[in-house]
């Protein structure tokens, strides 16, 4: 079974237009996270969600909208598309692990390489 | 978030030992050292991570020098399966805020057959 789980993987839309991508992760995990990574392979951050709830928002523009319905579930919903957001797009997530010192382990999804025309 | 200086790229035989440095001198006392790294067309993975000692799992070890201001990643005998680009990322932590991963531009890891 795939742990974190994107659809879909690619995704080609034109200008202007409004678009989703889902994830879900079955590790049972609180925390879920998009990371951005542009043409020039840079991976950024963009949101963070601990137990459904927005906890980092890296200035990432109002377009961009997430959503977790649920903890398994972080869904990102950007409208108006422009030609800068073609990136691939990576949601991740993580547990606390508290035995031994206080840190965590992500697990990435495979991404959704969006691109817009 | 700590910053780090990594080799841009690296270039190892098949079958032989891997050393990837990182250096962090501007790491805190609390900062995990965590690798990840990134196979051509996939998500990040996790490698390794440790705080003062080296640690070694089923993938690799860590050896973490004794001011905490480098570290290095040992792949001890690399595969074809090896080549990706490695990052090596010191993490704080705070109260569910700032559990990110800050990534760098990671060295890129060739293994030659």
């Known amino acids: 079974d795939t742990a974190v789980s994107q659809t879909p993987k690619y995704l080609v839309t034109q200008m202007g237009n409004d678009k989703s991508i889902k994830c879900e992760q079955n590790?049972?995990?609180?925390?879920m996270y998009w990371y951005k990574q542009d043409s020039k392979k840079f991976l950024k951050i963009m949101f963070s969600y601990n137990n459904k709830e927005l906890i980092i928002n890296e200035t990432v523009p109002n377009r961009f909208s997430p959503k977790s319905p649920d903890k398994a579930h972080l869904n990102l919903h950007i409208n108006s598309l422009e030609l800068g957001d073609s990136a691939v797009y990576f949601c991740?997530?993580?547990?606390?692990?508290?035995?031994?010192?206080?840190?965590?382990?992500?697990?990435f999804g495979p991404g959704t390489r969006l691109t817009v025309l | 978030d700590a910053k780090t200086t990594q080799p841009n790229s690296m270039e190892s035989n098949e079958e032989e030992p891997v050393h990837l440095p990182c250096n962090h001198s501007t790491i805190s006392g609390t900062d995990y050292i965590h690798w990840y790294r990134q196979l051509p067309s996939q998500g990040p993975e996790y490698v390794i991570h440790g705080l003062t000692s080296n640690v070694n799992n089923r993938m690799a070890s860590l050896a973490i020098a004794e001011d905490r201001k480098s570290s290095t990643l040992i792949l001890h005998r690399a595969t074809l399966r090896d080549a990706a680009v490695y990052y090596c990322?010191?993490?704080?932590?705070?109260?569910?805020?700032?559990?990110?991963?800050?990534f760098g531009t990671g060295t890129r890891l060739t293994i030659i057959p």
């Open positions: 590790l049972g995990h609180d925390t």
């Open positions: 990322i010191p993490r704080g932590w705070g109260n569910f805020g700032n559990e990110k991963l800050t």
């Open positions: 991740a997530s993580s547990q606390v692990e508290t035995s031994g010192g206080y840190t965590d382990t992500q697990y």
